[in-house]
C-alpha cells in the first residue's frame, strides 16, 4: 500500500457554489515527502489542507489517502496528525495530558503511553515541562507542545497549518530546521501551509503555490525560483520580489524599457504585450563578461544592510530593487547604469501573466545592444 | 462583607437552632399546647407507625400568621383528644389562593378531605361536585344542627340544606378612638350609628394629622352597607332561589353608600388607606384615623395594641331605614367529595368535635371569631374575657340582632372575587375624584359582565 | 511542469457548477452517516426541546386556543365565542388602562435601571481601597427574593408604621400616600423594581466596564480627555454591546414584573398598578376567567415580542461590537 | 486626594442607600412591637422573640431544606440542559439551527404567569403535585442559560475543536474532555444565578404544593403575613431574614464569578 501518500484528484472547494475556495487541484504527495501548500491570505491553502484533514467537505473531485478514496473518511480515521497556527492545546490540561489526550483516547496502553511521551518530549527537550500548564509556557514552547503531540500519535501523514506564524523571527528560523529535521527523523509525509515564501523555500522538498484558489505552479522551490509559472509566482517567491516592468515591443522584436536600450529577443511579435522581469539579486552595477544589456536608471532609495545593498530606483513607471553585495554608497537622485545578463531575464505575457517559454535561452544573441549609450 | 454576613448567618442559625429546642423541652414539658409543624409530622409518622388503623385526613386552610398557629393548636387538641383520625392542617396560601388551589386538584387523588373555604367561593363549591354536603351527615348522625348560631348557618344554607360547617365567622363593627372622642367632645358611650353620624363625628374629629373616618378597601365593607339596608347584592333572592342574572347593589341603596363615603372624602374628614388590612389597623393604632371598619376577629388586637381606650359599636346604616343587620363573613369548613367513608366519618367527626361549645369557647377567645355555638359564651373562658374585654360582645350583639332576610343572608354568586374587585376599583375610582354614580355604575357594569361571561360559559 | 501550469490557467472559466458536474464524486455515506449531525443536534437538544414544548410552548398554544373561548367553572373551555374575548379586551377601558400602566411602568423602570445601575457600576469600577465590599452591597439585591424585597418595602412604605412617611415627616413634609394614591402607587412600584434590578444590571455593567481595554482611557489622557468626555466618547461606546443586553433584558422583566405588584398593591390603588401580567393573574387566577386572561397573555406575548425585535433592529445598529 | 474623598463620599452614599432597607428589614427583625408601632430606626431593646417565634410557627428550617435541594437540583439540571443544547449551538452546525436558535431565544419572552395555568394542568395530570419534579423539571431549561453558555463555548477556539476531531473524539468526549473543562467559569456563574433564582420562586411552588413536605421557604414568608389580623412585622422581618441570608452569603462568596461570566454573556 502507498503508505503516507496523498494523492488528489480535481479537487474544488465552493462554500457558495458561486465562487471557489479551491479550484480543480490535482497532485500527487509521496509517502515521506515534506510538501509546502504556499500563498497569500485567503489563497485556499489552510481549506485544501483541512480537506486533507477531512475537516472540510470536498464540492468535487477525489481524494487518496494511503492509497485509498477518503473523501468520505472522518478525520480521525484517516491516520494523520495535525498542528495548528494557535496550537490548540487543552488550556485544562497539563503538557503531558495534552500530549497523550489523542493516545488516551485511542486507548493506547498506559506505559506505551509514557514511553512515546517521554520519546517524544525528549526529541523536543520538553521533558521538565511535563506538569506545566500550557498558559505557562511561552510561544516557542507551546510549539514544541503541539508538535510532540503530533509525534507521539505515530501517524504516517502529518498537517501542519502555519505553525510558526505566531513566533518571532528568529525562533522561527530555529523551529524550520527542527520541522524539517523532525520530519526526515520520523520519515513521515508532512504537507505544510505557509503564507512564508522562506519556509516554502527552505523546508518544502516540493511546493504548490496558490493564489485565489488557484494552483499557480507545483514544483520542487528552486525550479519554481528559476522558472516561475507566471508573474505572480516570479512576484511571489523570493526577497525581494522580481522587478516587472511592462516592455515595449519594437517593430523588429526587440524590447525597450522605458526609453532605455532595446533588447533583442526572438521571436516576438509587435502586436504582442510583453512584461520583463528580473530577479533583484541579477542586476550588476558593473559590466562584466556576462552581462549584456544596460539600463540607465535614478537611484531613490539606497539600504546598506552591512553585508549587502539594496538599491532602488526608477525604470519608467516602476520601482526596481537590486540587491548588491557589499556596501554601496549612493546618493538619492544620482543616475547610473546597471547591467543584466540576458539569460536572466524572464518575460511574461501582458495580458494573461503567463510566462513565455522561449523567452530565456532561446534568444540569446550575444551582445544585441542596439543604440543608446551607458552613463 | 463575607465576614458580616457569615456571622449573621452563624448567629441567626444557632439561635434557630436553640429555638426549636427550646420549643420541643416546653412542649414534652407540658404535654400539650402549642407544637411546630414539624413535631406534628413526626408525631404523624410515630403514630402511623404504631397502629395502622388511625385515618390520615387532610385540612387545607388559608390562615397565615397567627392565626394559622391558633388553628394548628386546635388541630393538635383534637388529635390528641382521639386515636381514631388524625387530622393534617395544610396552609393554601390567601383566601384566593386557596380555591384556585382547591378549583384545580378538586375530584383528584391530591383533593383534601376538609376544605376552608372563604363565604364568597360558597356557590362555587357548591357547583362544584367535589364536594359532599353535611346535611348528609347531620342527617344521618341525627346532630342537631339547630343548637348552632342561626344567623350563621343561614348564609351556609341553600334551599334548607346545609352544606359546610361553620368555621371562622366573623362581621364588621365600627372601632372608634374613644379617647379622641371625649377630646372632639363626642360621647364614647354613645357612638355615632347613622351615615349623617358617622359624617358629623367625622368632622369632629378630623385635625391636622387625624382623619375621623376610614375603610378598608374590601368588597365585604360595602357588602355589609347594603345588606343593612336590606337591599339583596344580586336578583333571585341575593341568588339563593336561582342563579342570579344581575346584580342590584346599584340601586339607591348602594348608591347612598357610595354618596356617604364621597361626602366625607370630599370633606377631607375621610382617608383611604388601601387595601391592606394592616395599614388601615396601623392608622388607628397610631391614632390617624380615629373611626373605622374592621373584622370583629380583629377586635382583641385592637384594643390590645392601642394606646387608648377602643370603642365598638354596630356598623353605620343609612338614615333612612332601620339597620337590619349584618351579612356573617369569614370562611366555612367543606367536605371532600370522592373520598373513603371512612375518611368523611373523621372529617365529621371533627365538624363536630369542634363546634362544640367548650371548643369554641377557646377558638372565640383564641381568634376573636364568633363561637358557633351560642352556648359557648356561657363558658367561664368566654365570660372572663369578654369581662376583661366587654367591646368583644358588640359584634355578637350585632349578629344576633340581625332580621334574617336574603339580604343578611348574604349573596350566592359564582363570580363574588371578580364582583368584590370590581366595587374596590370603583370605590378607589371614587376617591380620586369620580363621581358616586358613575364610579357605582363601573362596578355594576363589570360585576354584570362577569355574570354574564360566567352564565354562558356554563350554558 | 510549466505545461501543467499552462494547462491550469485554461480553465479559468470553469464555473462551480461545470467543476461539480465533471468531477463531483458520488458520496459513498449513507443517509445515516449523512445525518449524523442532525441526529446529535436532535439528541442533546431534545432536552430542552422537550421541556420548552410541554412548559412554553404548549401552554402558549394552548392559552391561543382559550382565548376562543370562555371556561366553566373548572377552567375547561366550555363556550366558543371567537373573537369576542380579544374586541372586549380592546373595547375595555380596564384593559388600555393596563396597557397605559404597563408602558408607563416600563417607561419608569427601564430607564432609570439602568441609569442607576450604570452609575453604580462607574463608581464601583474604581480602583480603591475596599472597593470589593461596595461591590458586594451593590449587587446585594440580586440576591434577594420577590417576596422578601417586596414584603421589606411594604413594610416600608406602610402610611403609618412606615419609616418613608417617619423620615418625611421628622423634616416637616406631608406623609405621602405611597400606596394609596393612584399617581404615587405606580411610581413606589416602579422604586422597588428599581431597586430590586440595580443589583443584576450592576453585575453585568461591571463586567463590562471591566472587560474595557485599559490602553483606550491612556491613550485619551494623553489626548487630555476630561472625565465626562471620556465616559461619552470610550466608555458608553464600547459598553455599548452590555448596555444593549442589559436594557433588553430589564426590559422584558419590567413586562413580567409580577411579585412586587401582588405585594405591594394587587394591582390598586382603581388599578392604578394594573400591570397586564397581574391583570393576567387575577383574570385567572381570582376569577377563574381564562379565556379572556388567555387573549390577554397572547396580546402581550405579541407586544412583547413585536418591541423587542423593534429594539433589536433599530437598537443594535448603535451598537458597537468590538 | 480630593478626588478619592469624593468617591469615596459617593460609594458610601450610594451603598447606604442601596443597602438601607436590607438593614433595616434586619433592624426591625430584633424589635418589640412598640418598637415598630413608634416608627424606630434601630430596636430600643433588642430581642430574639421574633426568631424564636418564626421557628415556632412556621417549619422554617424544614422550608430552608427543602428550598435548598430544589434549588441544587434545578441547578444541576439546568446547566446539565443548557450546556448540551449550547453545545450544538456552539459547535454543531446543520440547516435551520438558526432557526432553532431562534425558536429558544423567544421563549424569554414568554411570561411565565402566562403559561401558569396549562404548567398547572400538567403538572397535575403528571401526577407530580407535592413533589420535587413540580418544582425542578420546568426549570431545567432555560434559554437564558443555553444563551450564556452558547457566548461562552462560542470563545473555545474551533481548532480545539478540530483538533480533537482528528484525534478521534466524539462528540460527547469533546463535550465533556474539553468544552465543559474550558467553560468552568460560566458553569460557576450560570449556577449562581440559577441557584438564586429557583430559591427565589414565589407563586409557582405555591400553586403545586398543597403540603409541607416539599415546600420551599418563600411560602414560609408569605404565610407569616396574616390577613384578618394584624401583621406582625417584627415577625415577618426576622422571616425575611432567615430567608435572604443563604442567598446574600451565597451571592457575596460568588460576586466576582458572576460578575465575570455574566458580563461574558451579554457581549456577543
Known sequence: MEEGSVKLKHISKSYDKQTFAVKETSVDIQPGEFFVLVGPSGCGKSTMLRMIAGLEEITAGEIYIHGKSANDTPPSRRRISMVFQNYALYPHLTVEENILFGLKVRKVPKKEQLRLCLEATDMLGMTEFLKRKPRELSGGQRQRVALARAVVSQMPICLMDEPLSNLDAKLRGQMRTEIRQLQQKLGITMIYVTHDQVEAMTMGDRMMVLKDGEVQQIGKPLDIYNNPANEFVANFIGAPPMNITEAEVQRDGSLRVHHNNSLTLLPASSNMKMHLGVRPEHILLTKTQETDWELSVKISTVEILGNETLLTFEVGETLWKAKIPGQWHYEKGQVTTIHINKQHIHLFDGRTGKMLPESVGVARKPAAVQGGASI | ?459 | MKQQAADILDTKTLTVQDAIDKYKVASTKTWWQKTGNYRIAFLYLLPSLLLFSVFMFYPMIYSLYLSFFFTDAQGTASAFVGWENYTYLFQSAAFRNSVGVTLLFVLYTVPSSVIIALFLALLANEKLRGIGLYRTIFASTLGMSVAASAVIWLFMFHPTAGILNAALTSINLPALSWLQDSTMALVSVAITTIWMNTGFSFLILLGGLQNIDEHLYESARIDGAGYFYRLRRITVPMLSPTLFFIITITFINSFQSFGQVDILTGGGPAEATNLIIYSIYKEAFIYYQFGPASAQAIILFGAVLLLTLLQFKFGEKKVHYQ | MKRKMILYALLTLAAFVMFFPIMYAFSVSFMTSEDILSRRLLPSSPTLDNYRDVLVSVPILHYLMNSFIVASTATLGMLIVSALAAFIFAFIPFKGRQAVFLLFISTLLIPWEATMIPNFFTIQSLGWMNNYLALTIPFFALAFGTFLLRQHFKTVPQELYEAAQVEGLSNFQFFYKVVVPYAKTSFVTLGIFGFLTTWNMYLWPLLVTTNDTVRTVQIGLRRLQADEVATNWGLVMAGVILVIIPTLILLAAGQKQLQKGLAKGAIK
Open chain 2, 1 to 459: 462583607m463575607k465576614k458580616t454576613l457569615f456571622f449573621m448567618s452563624v448567629s441567626l442559625l444557632t439561635l434557630a437552632a436553640c429555638a426549636s429546642n427550646e420549643e420541643g423541652e416546653t412542649n414534652e414539658a407540658e404535654a400539650e399546647g402549642e407544637a411546630s409543624a414539624e413535631e406534628v409530622d413526626e408525631e404523624t409518622n410515630n403514630e402511623a407507625e404504631i397502629s395502622e388503623e388511625v385515618v390520615e385526613i387532610e385540612f387545607w386552610h388559608g390562615m397565615g400568621g397567627g392565626l394559622g398557629d391558633t388553628l394548628e393548636a386546635l388541630v393538635d387538641d383534637y388529635n390528641a383528644s382521639q386515636e381514631e383520625f388524625h387530622i393534617t392542617p395544610e396552609y393554601q396560601g390567601s383566601y384566593e389562593e386557596l380555591l384556585t388551589q382547591f378549583r384545580t386538584v378538586g375530584g383528584t387523588e391530591t383533593a383534601p378531605a376538609l376544605v376552608q373555604m372563604f363565604e364568597v367561593g360558597t356557590k362555587y363549591m357548591i357547583e362544584s361536585g367535589y364536594i359532599t354536603p353535611v346535611q348528609e351527615w347531620i342527617d344521618k348522625d341525627g346532630y342537631d344542627v339547630t343548637q348552632l348560631e342561626e344567623n350563621i348557618l343561614s348564609y351556609y344554607t341553600v334551599e334548607d340544606e346545609l352544606y359546610s360547617m361553620p368555621f371562622n365567622s366573623s362581621t364588621p363593627a365600627l372601632y372608634f378612638n374613644k379617647d379622641m372622642f371625649e377630646e372632639a367632645g363626642l360621647d364614647p358611650e354613645n357612638p355615632p350609628r347613622t351615615f349623617s353620624e358617622i359624617k358629623e363625628a367625622a368632622e369632629k374629629l378630623t385635625d391636622e394629622d387625624t382623619y375621623g373616618f376610614s375603610m378598608l378597601g374590601h368588597g365585604w365593607f360595602f357588602e355589609q352597607l347594603i345588606a343593612t339596608q336590606s337591599a339583596d347584592y344580586v336578583d333571585q333572592e341575593n341568588g339563593r332561589t336561582a342563579d342570579a342574572t344581575e346584580v342590584l347593589f346599584g340601586g339607591e341603596e348602594g348608591l347612598r353608600a357610595y354618596e356617604w363615603l364621597n361626602e366625607m372624602n370630599e370633606a377631607g374628614t375621610f382617608e383611604y388607606y388601601g387595601r391592606d388590612w394592616d395599614d388601615l389597623r396601623a392608622a388607628f393604632q397610631t391614632e390617624n384615623v380615629a373611626m373605622y371598619m374592621d373584622s370583629s376577629a380583629g377586635t382583641k388586637d385592637a384594643i390590645n395594641n392601642a394606646g387608648f381606650e377602643v370603642g365598638v359599636s354596630f356598623i353605620p346604616h343609612a338614615d333612612e331605614i332601620d339597620p337590619n343587620g349584618v351579612v356573617i363573613g369569614g370562611a366555612s369548613v367543606w367536605m371532600g367529595s370522592g373520598i373513603s367513608e371512612e375518611e368523611q366519618q373523621g372529617a365529621w367527626e371533627f365538624m363536630k368535635w369542634f363546634n362544640q361549645p367548650e371548643v369554641q369557647a377557646e377558638w372565640h377567645v383564641n381568634t376573636g371569631y364568633f363561637a358557633t355555638h351560642p352556648e359557648a359564651y356561657n363558658e367561664p373562658v368566654v365570660e372572663g374575657e369578654h369581662e376583661e374585654y366587654p367591646q368583644l360582645r358588640v359584634p355578637i350583639e350585632q349578629l344576633q340582632a340581625t332580621v334574617p332576610s336574603s339580604a343578611t343572608q348574604g349573596a350566592l354568586i359564582t363570580v363574588f372575587p371578580e364582583s368584590r374587585e370590581q366595587v374596590v376599583t370603583s370605590l378607589e375610582e371614587l376617591y380620586q375624584g369620580t363621581s358616586p354614580e358613575d364610579a357605582l355604575q363601573m362596578a355594576v357594569e363589570g360585576s354584570n359582565r362577569a355574570i354574564e361571561v360566567s352564565e354562558r360559559a356554563s350554558e
